[in-house]
């Protein structure tokens, strides 16, 4: 039975299982960890319903962390839930299985119950640290997270990076950079996902010097760029509107998958590259890598800034007839920018008419854009359809009003213009003013 889960056939280990006339607790948790490992975590968790079930054998402590993973993967708190109270009172409750609780508790959210289990524990290892300082990260309890950083008797890198990257995520990037000088101060060996945070950060920022220095880093300790960091690398220099160097980077890599080719399309995209976008997702299909959402969102984008009406048509196509995926809003509204900005507004209300699915969610920012686009082009009738959908969705919005407001006064039709500006009187909705941050000396000033 392992032996077929270490090569992935796990239906011939299920139905090995299935025949044995006698099942003991190590068959059982071969078959649900093996199911575990697969992904299958609705079937692990059957499994071990079964088993309880027919009572014939005690689930052990391989069997309650296995099952607590599967849990995890589910979002199964009550099942959880259930598995502690069993694991407390049938068992005796391990560091093993008290770390796969706080793993479960804190990935639901539960960081109440996680603390109080942290806390009663009598012995932890690093992993319970670990699990305990990224369960605060993930709530963004960052002061909090980093007071357990500190307590941790022993640090290893994968609690540093678990720190770090909670940094990056909330855009703390000098106390990442701060605390990634900290780790090299006390020789603790980074690996490729702590740079890759980092980097992750710059890109986000625009901090090309600092990506520098890590790019640096990486060469003077002889860090081999896989596709994992080289994509990092690409998505910075790109991000930072250094193009040459991505190019440089990506070009340079001795193996590219899809989030390298991603990668540097949406990065010649957003430079306004978009002749070598459309060249590079040529390229990529040329090859055994195929494109995903993303891919088509970046290709889609670099079509919308050239203008380019007819390949953004065949892009768009393609997913479906070509790669048979299913376009999601994200390309849909990439192509409704691409057909707004050359003014071809009932093509777009069409499209937008005959998204499969849709709700109000997804419609008002299509409609949005659209009514936008009316403004622009001048017309007046599809404004004022376009506004009272959007009206009769959220009347609340300032931006519709505005908007409708504005199409009749480049129409010099200012009865109309004072009409909703009445109505937006009457209705309480008032204009959003704008604002916009700058950073000086270090500290970011609103205005």
Request: with cysteine.
């Given at each position: 039975m392992d032996m077929y889960v270490q090569v992935g056939r796990i239906q011939c280990s299920k139905k090995l299982f299935d025949e044995m006339p006698q099942r003991d607790v190590v068959a059982w948790n071969v078959l649900i960890s093996?199911?575990?490992?697969?992904?299958?975590?609705?079937?692990?968790?059957?499994?071990?319903?079964?088993?309880?079930?027919e009572g014939l054998v005690k689930p052990s402590e391989a069997t309650i962390v296995s099952t607590l993973s599967a849990c995890t993967a589910l979002g199964r708190l009550d099942l959880g839930k259930e598995i502690d109270h069993y694991a407390r009172e049938e068992l005796e409750l391990t560091t093993i299985m008290g770390n796969a609780l706080l793993d479960m508790y804190c990935k639901c959210g539960c960081l109440d119950i996680a603390r109080?289990?942290?806390?009663?524990?009598?012995?932890?290892?690093?992993?319970?640290?670990?699990?305990?300082?990224?369960?605060?990260?993930?709530?963004?309890?960052?002061?909090?997270?980093?007071?357990?950083?500190e307590r941790s008797p022993v640090r290893d890198v994968v609690l540093w990076t678990a720190m770090i990257n909670g940094y990056v995520q909330f855009n703390c990037f000098d106390e990442a950079v701060g605390l990634f000088q900290e780790m090299q101060a006390r020789r603790v060996k980074p690996d490729k996902f702590v740079l890759v945070s980092l980097l992750t950060g710059c890109a986000k920022l625009g901090a090309l010097e600092q990506g520098k220095w890590i790019h640096g880093y990486l060469n003077e300790n002889s860090i081999v760029l896989d596709t994992v960091v080289g994509t990092a690398l690409i998505e910075m220099y790109a991000k930072c509107g250094c193009i040459e160097k991505a190019l440089e980077i990506f070009y340079g890599l001795?193996?590219?998958?899809?989030?390298?080719?991603?990668?540097?399309?949406?990065?010649?995209a957003v430079n306004g590259e978009t002749s070598k976008a459309l060249e590079?997702?040529?390229?990529?299909?040329?090859?055994n890598e195929k494109p995903d959402d993303i891919t088509f969102i970046g290709v889609l984008s670099a079509c919308s800034h050239g203008g380019l009406v007819e390949e953004g048509r065949k892009v768009f196509d393609s997913i479906s007839k070509v790669y048979h995926m299913e376009p999601k809003l994200e390309h849909y509204a990439c192509?409704?920018?691409l057909l707004c900005r050359a003014g071809l507004l009932v093509e777009v209300e069409k499209l937008i008419d005959d998204i499969p699915g849709k709700d109000n969610e997804t419609i008002v920012p299509l409609y949005g854009s659209l009514l936008s686009?009316?403004?622009?082009?001048?017309?007046?009738?599809?404004?004022?359809?376009?506004?009272?959908?959007?009206?009769?969705?959220?009347?609340?919005?300032?931006?519709?009003?505005?908007l409708l407001s504005n199409i009749y006064a480049s129409a010099d039709r200012w009865e109309d213009v004072k009409k909703v500006r009445e109505k937006m009187k009457d209705l309480g909705v008032k204009k959003v003013p704008g604002c916009s941050s700058i950073k000086v000396n270090g500290a970011i000033t609103q205005s």
């Open positions: 093996g199911l575990v490992k697969c992904g299958k975590f609705e079937d692990a968790v059957n499994l071990f319903g079964l088993m309880r079930k109080k289990l942290f806390d009663d524990m009598p012995s932890k290892n690093v992993n319970c640290w670990t699990s305990m300082v990224s369960g605060y990260v993930n709530v963004g309890q960052l002061a909090e997270a980093r007071r357990l950083f001795r193996k590219r998958d899809t989030a390298s080719w991603t990668s540097i399309i949406c990065g010649m590079l997702f040529s390229e990529m299909e040329q090859t192509l409704i920018d686009a009316c403004r622009t082009y001048g017309n007046v009738e599809m404004g004022e359809r376009m506004a009272q959908r959007l009206v009769e969705i959220q009347s609340s919005d300032s931006s519709v009003h505005t």
